[in-house]
């Protein structure tokens, strides 16, 4: 699987938007973009995906680069429980069911 | 519907020891896939169980194995711990394995330290 590069951490404010990116500049025509999620002491949790087009989904939207060798998840109104480690993964149809955890990026919410 | 559930929670075993982890997939999930999480770094996957068969292995010695049963839980065996070993093992379940599209659910994982 193509590799993806992640900033370690950000910072965001309660209630104010939060832009997550993403560089993949190896990624393949047919390698979906997934995002998932691990709030402290849980497991990761599945968050939205998508392969060229831009997603939305109750939890956040997915914004893919015409190029598509970059992505940004977008979290509209962050929370206090947004707190938690996200990691951009790259998926292709011969990846079996193994996802590649890289080493994401942690982000923090202050209130 | 009911998630997927693993046991024990926490764990503590001796150099040289056996171990056995459990996972119950989630309801109409048939596939189910380890991760090793060592503190600080993203999982680590060990292996995939599909149908009962092992369906694709990480960079994992032998002694780490596993086991899928007909109503698709599961068990991670590992021999001859060692100190490395001491990590967070979790437990992934999802339908037939569709490569780039499929959603992978995970359990609250089992927390392993090997003294």
């Known amino acids: 699987d193509a590799k993806t590069t992640q900033p370690n951490s950000m910072e965001s404010n309660e209630e104010e938007p939060v832009h997550l990116p993403c560089n993949h500049s190896t990624i393949s025509g047919t390698d979906y973009i997934h995002w998932y999620r691990q709030l402290p002491s849980q497991g990761p949790e599945y968050v939205i995906h998508g392969l060229t087009s831009n997603v939305n989904n109750r939890m956040a939207s997915l914004a893919i680069a015409e190029d598509r060798k970059s992505s940004t998840l977008i979290l509209h109104r962050a929370t206090l429980r947004d707190a938690a480690v996200y990691y951009c993964?790259?998926?292709?149809?011969?990846?079996?069911?193994?996802?590649?955890f890289g080493g994401g990026t942690r982000l923090m919410v202050k209130p | 519907e009911t998630g997927v559930t693993q046991s024990p929670t926490h764990l503590i075993k001796t150099r040289g020891q056996q171990v056995t982890l459990r996972c119950s997939s989630q309801s109409g999930h048939n596939t189910v896939s380890w991760y090793q999480q060592a503190l600080g770094q993203g999982p680590q996957f060990i292996f995939q169980y599909y149908r009962e068969e092992e369906n694709g292995r990480g960079n994992f010695p032998p002694r780490f194995s596993g086991l899928q049963f007909p109503n698709y839980s599961s068990e991670l065996n590992v021999n001859a711990l060692e100190l490395d070993d001491s990590a967070l093992y979790l437990c992934?379940?999802?339908?037939?394995?569709?490569?780039?599209?499929?959603?992978?659910?995970f359990g609250p994982g089992t927390r392993l330290t090997v003294l």
């Open positions: 992934a379940s999802s339908q037939v394995p569709q490569g780039g599209t499929d959603t992978q659910y």
């Open positions: 993964i790259l998926r292709g149809d011969n990846a079996g069911n193994m996802l590649t």
